[in-house]
T-cell receptor
Framework: AQSVTQPDIHITVSEGASLELRCNYS??????LFWYVQSPGQGLQLLLK??????LVQGIKGFEAEFKRSQSSFNLRKPSVHWSDAAEYFC????????????FGKGTMLLVSP | KAGVTQTPRYLIKTRGQQVTLSCSPI?????VSWYQQTPGQGLQFLFE???????NKGNFPGRFSGRQFSNSRSEMNVSTLELGDSALYLC????????????FGQGTRLTVV
């Protein structure tokens, strides 16, 4: 069965500092990988996705993520965090074959300090 | 292009009652999935519909059911509500549900009292 681990429940970053959120997955083959962001009381917004090809993917709002097969990781990065980035971030894995059921990590809450 | 629309946004129900939630996917999307989000369990897959057929189902009791209409709109129903059903219910739409990204609605916040 596929699974996703986000080891950090909370992370606090100073505004303007760089950010890296960790995500490790377990899956039998190369999966589809996603990062979503959720503001309080809202739905999930897709930040970026990896299906195949270039292992460094660019997303919206200046985010990027790198797929590392050898480490089963898909970490999310941003060079300079803005106060508006404070939210909860979810990593998800989807099956390459079969249906599009997503398995989510528990999420990482990002706090941005002034 | 309109996004995924879920109605209502908020609901308060009493234990034992039933509830129906609605989801209108992005135009042209034929796959609709439902997820339950709670602080304790996180995001859990409920079921997925494609062309009016349930293709996949998560590990939830039979009190949770759904359907999809010919225009791809979907409803989910929870019967005999329990306190533990209080959650944010999220609907996601995708083009085919296979190898395509899912776009989520704002969710329906269900509170069972």
């Amino acid at each position: 069965a596929q699974s996703v681990t986000q080891p950090d429940i909370h992370i606090t970053v100073s505004e303007g500092a760089s950010l890296e959120l960790r995500c490790n997955y377990s899956y039998g083959a190369t999966p589809y990988l996603f990062w979503y962001v959720q503001s309080p009381g809202q739905g999930l917004q897709l930040l970026l996705k990896y299906f195949s090809g270039d292992t460094l993917v660019q997303g919206i709002k200046g985010f990027e993520a790198e797929f590392k097969r050898s480490q089963s990781s898909f970490n999310l990065r941003k060079p300079s965090v803005h106060w508006s980035d404070a939210a909860e971030y979810f990593c998800a894995v989807g099956a390459v074959s079969g249906y599009s059921t997503l398995t989510f990590g528990k999420g990482t809450m990002l706090l941005v300090s002034p | 292009k309109a996004g995924v629309t879920q109605t209502p946004r908020y609901l308060i129900k009493t234990r034992g009652q039933q509830v129906t939630l609605s989801c209108s996917p992005i135009s042209g999307h034929r796959s609709v999935s439902w997820y339950q989000q709670t602080p304790g369990q996180g995001l859990q897959f409920l079921f997925e519909y494609f062309s009016e057929t349930q293709r996949n189902k998560g590990n939830f009791p039979g009190r949770f059911s759904g359907r999809q209409f010919s225009n791809s709109r979907s409803e989910m129903n929870v019967s005999t509500l329990e306190l533990g059903d209080s959650a944010l219910y999220l609907c996601a739409s995708s083009l085919t549900g296979k190898g395509t990204e899912a776009f989520f609605g704002q969710g329906t916040r269900l509170t069972v009292v």
